[in-house]
């Protein structure tokens, strides 16, 4: 029976007890089962003569058939579940019969009889490294109602379906098909599940984090309901040298104030019982500086603090990324502004756009792609309209030449005019200096892979570009790549600064074995010159010791603190200081020997093809076991918030106007635990997803309508030359409707 602990059974009122019913003779052991409510009978039983016997009838099969009168005055009994009725006559029918129908031939009772024990096999899918490789196993499989039961609230939670869908028709009539004998939850039973297996799931996650050195990310997010949320992000990589990312909170908060920000992490950090923060990823807010200085102030005092928490704060990068770009294109620029009318116009309706696939074929454009129009406000889809719109300079160019319709939209625009030829080639400039920025972001978003060691190389491919964009011939390329120059040197030149670039994203790459301190040195000379080159690399190696010796340090003190707890514990002090004299002694002959920081960075870079660096350093961690933990701490940082915000595309899905009375911890509950329990998703790509697109058209071209023939192609050209002579509108037609 359910009850406020979340257990899984529904609460019946005035519920019969359990019994056990009796079996046909010959039939395996009998279960026990819960009878159902006894239904009205077609006629009382009190009224029917029974030939002498008199009161109810001993056995308990009348629990689930009512006895009636048919025509002719024969006695029949009518099974309660379904429609179907048997003879009754007391002296010459038995209840033989009526067992057999409702234990193994009634589809709607629920005590038809299913043998628990027997097993079926199953295909499941193995897993290499938590994804799918494309084989399967054979394995036994058991039927267990409790695990139908979580299966129901699992399939709740990862497709973010209402509660209510388990009383919905269709959902009751596949299981009456998969599982006939399953008795459903009601919405609020699935609720109960869905919050225990929160609460199961969060105790597992909790034993997973502890003692592990934590990189947070955080973001805030405004819902429909006008209510802010703020959501706080795990990453840490776990003793297999696997990187993990876990959604901790998803929760209400007043406002987007510094203080209350770190008041949330605080209490966040709390209630997962971490005490070893490493780094806080935020935007560039200037609320989160303030919550950086509120939450340095609240934990300085945490055994886990490193360096006095002085690399603590990351700022976003791809958010940094996203506001050079817009400051080179925030003015506007005509070339771009051109073309994009020029895609508007095609997209605006289903008739044009198949006007302009009549001129891809014409101009015999060997193309793929998909037009898309533009967000003027997020340079990233303006790079992706012009990445696809280029494909097409010919289709546009014929279309301006054969459409009077498209020519009398460019003259009419603002800006007077058609894509030129000069456009497609200054744009074609944009596309290339774009992409670089373009592809840094998305390096810099990625969660399923370590990326603090990506940020050195992607920083310098984008200042030398701009600096190389900076001398062009073309002077809209030279202001745009000017603006872009003031904005990265405010929060990226002054490398020094932790305020502005977290040295521990340089540390990154010498923890790299393929680069190592070498590359630093070579890189930076090459940017700022030998003289200023060099100070920089001095700064970043001065920060490698430090970090060095504070992991190095911890190591023997844990060490030192481990034979002390041991020897208390035996009572025998004298072994504290001898095993401390032997420490010294070490130390005395490790005087002039190179340390574990020294050897590493003389031993040779790695130069394998296929590098994977969590795995080298898993198998590197017994002969580099200081550097090692560094570099599980340091290669965890994320270099962007895309992590925390992708939480927010869930949260507004499951918040929509429909559900938003859903209660904070509900929320909370759904968002974090479908993050937990869904198998590891694959990085989503725009492109990807257009080229997906095109393929369902032309599938849908092909299977609703057929391939057009030779003959259907030049009937429907004759069409519309006819209707054009006439100056009626051309019809829409077999591509118009593939199309729309």
Partial sequence: MENTAGTDVEMIIDSPPVVSIPQKKGKSTPHLRTPPKKQKRTTPIDSIPTDGNTGRETSQIWDHFAKFIAKGGKRRAKCNYCVKHFAAETKTNGTSVLWSHLNDKCLKSPFRFVDRRQTTLKAVPIKVGGQENGTSSIEKVVYNVEDIRRAIAEFVIIDEQPFKVVEGEGFKKLMAKALPNFELPSRVTVA?????????????????????????????????????????????????????KKILNFFQTPDHKGETIAKGIEACLLDWEIENLFTVTLDNASANDSAIKHLKARIDDWKGVILRNEFLHVRCNAHILNIIVKEGLDEQIEPISRIRNAVKYVKSSASRF???????????????????????????????????????????????????????????????????????????????????????????????????????????????????????????????????????????????????LNMLLFIAIVLDPRYKMRYVNFILSKAYGFLLGKLKADNVEGVLKRLYNHYNYSSIETFTNNIGDDTNMMGEVDDILHSQWEKHLEDEENIGKKSELDQYLMDNVEKPKDFNILTWWKASSNRYPTISKMARDVLSIPVSTVASESAFSTGGRILDSYRSSLSPKTVEALICTQQWIRSPSKEWKVQDYLEEVQKIEEVEKVDLFGEETEEEKKAAEERAAALKASGKKKESGLTDVCYR
């Fill in 354 to 500: 198949a006007s302009f696939k009549s001129y891809v074929e014409k101009t015999k454009l060997d193309t793929h792609g998909l037009l898309s129009l533009d967000v003027e406000t997020r340079w990233n889809s303006t790079y992706t309209m012009l990445e696809t719109a280029v494909n097409f300079e010919k289709a546009f160019a014929r279309m301006y030449v054969d459409d009077h319709n498209y020519r009398k939209y460019c003259l009419q625009s603002e800006l007077k005019g058609y894509p030129t030829t000069n456009d497609w080639q200054l744009v074609k400039g944009f596309i290339k200096f774009l992409k670089i920025f373009y592809q840094s972001t998305l390096k810099f978003s990625g969660s399923l892979y370590v990326t603090s060691n990506i940020f050195f190389h992607e920083f310098f491919n984008v200042r030398s570009s701009i600096l190389k964009y900076s001398c062009s011939e073309d002077l809209i390329l030279i202001d745009m790549a000017g603006r872009m120059k003031v904005k990265f040197d405010k929060y990226w030149e002054n490398i020094e600064k932790p305020e502005n």
């Fill in 192 to 244: 109960r599940h869905c919050l225990k297996i929160y609460q199961e799931e969060k105790e597992k996650l909790k034993k997973l984090v502890k003692n592990q050195h934590i990189c947070i990310t955080s973001d805030t997010w405004t819902s429909l309901q006008n209510l802010t949320y703020m959501v706080v992000t795990a990453h840490w990589i776990d003793d297999e040298w696997n990187l993990q």
